[in-house]
């Protein structure tokens, strides 16, 4: 019996442990959802502070919206004009402008990084009793949709890649013929179109508009472009510059089958710096887009030309590539010393070409071609000759201007090879060459335009294959100033008429250079020889013997040397342009003789024999008693 009460007292026990545990649960769920109700209604101006309402950091800079003089700066925790964030709420945020003193309500969408839409409320004095949910529900469904554009905007790839032909229409007339164009330029961030008028329809004009891509975003079936047009006389002008672009891609004569010669894409423009009302079919102006088929491509480049992945100008800051029938060219930063594994994708494409027509010229050394340019976005034909001067180095020359006539590029009245300056091009990792020239030879006279009070003291040298056959010296000093010694290497030489043109590469960074070496003789009276420290001398079998003369002049060879760090010019008399010609030494050098027998190299204008007896002396006095021994 005691033991029943006390497993009965015990049972009680807990139940009434259980029960207030219930209670005491019951009691702190219910507190705690008054509170969020009371969060919920408390008035917005005592809400969260501002250092707690922050924007997304990637809306951070500078907006422009249509119809404001200013530019919309957007920080952590203010929007110019607008106000500071005292709340938020995913993309609804309340706003506090301390100028007008109120609050309001803005709803953002974000469409693109460089596009923002929004909606807003009127701005009231004294929102209290609203939450920011019943404060938002104040914006109306028909209220004003603006909308901001970032203006330091990364551009994105342009939806039309390629060339299109298109028709375009100002109103119940479409403007057909002449068919005007668009274009990819060599950035695909940016499109060419190039309008041309019609005759017979009112409102049409013959116009080139270039515009950047800005952003693509897409609602319900339509896809919209921000784009931002070229505005020469006034950058700043923004209203003129961003026009959106509603757009739709369909297929010529219907059905689904998509093919690259049935795709149309229907465009209409805004008239104005926003996208409202914008749909395909209705706007300020409309377009009808075509893809252009090319033709198939009737010529590649040789061999000879694509044997190397890429070739280099001497000063290595700029690259050539062809690969089969297409030429690109780039603009580097990188010198020579860091050519080598460089990723020729990280420099910026200056232009890109394609092989439309080879011209026959005869020979393996030489070609010539017509390709279609895309330069920036300048589009057009241009001539190009290819000169193979050895298997690692070529010269080139091609149209300064683009021409829209195939046939004629390439004609003489279009393309005069005197006067196009020529580009000279090496592999990257350099060849090593015997040098043209062997000998001794002394500066007599130079010509240095970065330093000209140094001209008629100047002394130097250049010894060329002496301590190896492809090696080259250069000593160079004025007076009362440190001698200067340059090393070369040679890497390739070729002819043209009565001069040579030599590659070099430089012993200490690897920079190329080209020396323009021509041979000429000059009379020289006895009184001049002395001047310049000259003699002559005359040889016969046993060996030399000067001639005093002092009646009659003599003819003395003169190498003349030039030096350039760009390309191999042609024109002795040549302007060139202050880039280039800070860069040339112009100098005369006369022979003084061979390095030794042993390293005589291609060319020796001065031989000297040495007597039998001196070899036969050295062979039985030093080296055949060693021999014995």
Known sequence: MYIARQTSSSTFSSIFYFLQFLLIFSSTRSRSQFVNHEDEFRPIS????????????????????????????????????KG?????????????????????????????????????????????????????????????????????????????????????????????????TIDTCIRNSQLVLDYQACYDVIGTESRVDEMECLATWKEG???????????????????????????????????????????????????????????????????????????????????????????????????????NDTLRIRNSSNQWESRRDVNVNDDILVSSAICTKQVVDGGEDKATFILRVTTGCQIGYACLKVYRRDAHIIELQMSNLLSRDLETVCHSSNFNENMVPIVTLTTPTPEIRECPYTGHFDITDITIVSARHCRQEFKGSVIMGCSSIDSVRMNMYCPNTQKVHEEYTCNGWWEESDETFLIVSSAEDNDRFCFRIQEKFLEFSPQELKQRGMKVIEYDGSGESEINDSRSSHQHKVFNFIKYATNCHRKWSVVLPPSVSQLAISFNTTNLGLCNQ??????????????IEIISFLFLFLIFPFLLS
């Not at 369909?250 to 914008?278: E, I, W």
Request: proline share 6%.
């Open 46 to 81: 005592m809400k969260l502070s501002d250092e707690s309402c922050r924007f997304p950091s990637r809306w951070i800079g500078d907006w422009f919206q249509s119809g404001v003089n200013q530019a919309i700066t957007i920080n952590h925790t203010r929007i110019s004009g």
């Open 221 to 323: 079936s339509t896809r919209y472009l921000l784009g931002l047009l070229q505005y020469h006389h006034d950058p700043s002008f923004y209203e003129e510059r961003f026009r959106c672009f509603a757009y739709e891609k369909g297929y010529q004569g219907g059905g689904l089958l998509d093919t690259p010669d049935k795709v149309v894409f229907r465009v209409a423009q805004s008239g104005d710096a926003t996208c409202l009302g914008l749909t395909p079919a209705e706007g300020s102006k409309t377009l009808t887009l075509r893809r252009v088929i090319p033709v198939t491509r009737p010529c590649q480049f040789p061999n000879w030309l694509q044997a190397h992945a890429q070739w280099l100008s001497l000063n290595g800051k700029f690259s050539y590539a062809f690969e």
């Open 84 to 180: 500071r964030c005292v709340e938020a709420d995913g993309d609804k945020f309340i706003l506090y402008s301390q100028s007008e003193a109120c609050y309001r309500c803005v709803v953002f969408h974000e469409k693109h990084l460089n596009v923002l839409q929004y909606k807003e409320t009127l701005c009231y004095d004294d929102p209290s009793g609203l939450s920011l949910q019943s404060l938002c529900r104040r914006i109306p469904g028909d209220a004003h949709l603006f909308a901001m554009f970032r203006l330091d905007g990364v551009p994105v790839q342009c939806p039309f890649q390629g060339s299109f032909t298109f028709a375009y229409s100002r109103g119940p007339e479409v403007c057909q013929s002449p068919v005007s």
């Open 598 to 611: 042993e390293n005589s190299g291609r060319r020796n204008f001065i031989s000297v024999a040495y007597p």
